[in-house]
């Protein structure tokens, strides 16, 4: 995940979000998880992730920027 691509993007397209904005996001995701039912949380993961797979070393994730940047939205209001 490049979250300085999405402040950049978001900047572009509105200068008011900035890297505070998304952090504190991102902190209201975190403590509002687990208040989500598993169906909205299977949709919020959806939107988030692209593609999850096994290595020899752990985990690969592959995250959906845009999807990101729309959860961001959603909850920096």
Known sequence: MNINRIIESDKASS????????????NNLTEVWSFL?????QKVSKMLL???SLADN??????NLEG?????REIAR
């Open 68 to 72: 990101f940047d729309r959860v961001l």
């Open 37 to 41: 039912y598993p169906s909205e949380q």
């Open 58 to 63: 752990g985990i690969n994730v592959k995250m």
């Open 15 to 26: 200068p008011e979000i900035l890297k505070e904005n998304i952090v504190s996001a991102l």
């Open 50 to 52: 692209d593609e999850v």
